[in-house]
């Protein structure tokens, strides 16, 4: 208490100082500590958008439910779905915190979403037509989302990297699946290695894309900032480079292909060098113009607007009982 008190005696650039050298010792921010509006507001947005995007993107997954080959696909992808959905609760939980102190709350968020204010991860704006999809799905895209979430594991906002750590650990098992299901396609028949292939070109863009724009030599203000707090550590074309590291010599090592005909490992500088997607299209599918935006976003109105009377009980419950 006396450190809050001592605190609030000190003026605005010198709480902004204290804090930053908080963060330079490596110490953690808890919710209920002072922050930066910045600071505050660049948590909100990453991680409002983070649990959105696991919400979401259950919703291709979900549509492959009824559809799964087998029994035990059936019930592995229903267990995932599940797991996506707790990982968005617990998110937006950490986001409500940091909302709380500007009078805002979980509705904003899910108001925000339905307006097209809020985005989501470009992935989950696409379509997922086959069941190799599903595979790609689980094994690349939850393979990107495992780089991006371990990055922050040791962000400098103590509730998110609780939550993280928890979600990683469950985010392996759900690349593990989707690596399963390639390894059974790519073993199997030569129509369900051509299935497989073809959910591999048709996501290759959109995986490209998923760790945002890269930089041309300058690193964004809003990345600068999140660097600066600790709240990331790389920048988007560092952490695409990881998943190319990773994906790309597995992906050939199975005997498939990528949709770029120019792509080679730079020895010299550590690096692939690939064709870029085409980052206009990236700005209109976070928009909420992909190819399945509308129709996902109809089913998360449709879910919120049908379990309002739910909300509405207890949060009288909880007047009746407070």
């Known amino acids: 208490m006396q450190m809050r008190l001592e605190h609030a005696d000190l003026t605005e650039n010198e709480k902004l100082e204290a804090f930053l050298a908080r963060i330079d010792r490596g110490e953690k921010i808890e ?62 939980r950490v986001a409500e915190d940091l909302l709380e102190p500007l009078g805002k709350t979980r509705e904003d968020i899910m108001n925000d979403l339905f307006a097209k204010r809020l985005k989501f991860h470009n992935v989950f704006h696409m379509e997922a037509p086959t069941w190799a999809d599903a595979g790609v799905i689980g094994w690349l895209v939850d393979g990107a989302a495992i780089i991006t979430q371990s990055m922050s594991l040791d962000t400098s906002y103590a ?47 959109a ?26 550590t790389q920048t988007n074309e560092e952490l695409r480079q990881v998943f190319l590291k990773k994906y790309l010599p597995r992906i050939f090592h199975l005997g498939f292909t990528v949709p770029d005909d120019t792509i080679y490992f730079d020895e010299a500088e550590d690096k692939w060098v690939y064709q870029q997607p085409d980052w206009e299209e990236f700005k209109q599918i976070v928009k909420g113009n992909g190819p399945r935006s509308a129709h996902r976003l109809n089913l998360r109105v449709m879910s919120y607007e049908e379990t309002k009377w739910v909300r509405d009980a207890i949060m009288s419950y909880g007047r009746q009982v407070g």
Not at 53 to 67: C, D, H, R, T, Y
Not at 208 to 231: D, V, W
């Open 31 to 92: 919710a209920d500590d002072w922050m930066p509006d910045d600071y505050r507001n660049q948590l909100i947005k990453l991680i409002s958008m983070h649990g959105i995007s696991e919400i979401m993107g259950a919703l291709p997954e979900k549509e492959w439910v009824p559809k799964a080959p087998t029994l035990r696909r059936k019930l592995a992808i229903m267990a995932k779905v599940q797991d996506e959905m707790g990982h968005g609760q617990l998110l937006l």
């Open 207 to 232: 995986l490209l894309m998923f760790f945002g724009p890269p930089e041309n030599g300058n690193i964004t203000s809003n990345q600068e900032a999140n660097m600066r707090y600790k709240i990331r």
């Open 159 to 205: 509730p998110y990297a609780r939550a993280l750590h928890r979600i990683c650990a469950e985010e392996k098992f759900h690349a593990q699946h989707g690596e399963s299901i390639v390894l059974e396609l790519a073993e199997g028949t030569d129509e369900q290695r051509q299935m497989l292939q073809d959910a591999i070109h048709r996501w290759w863009p």
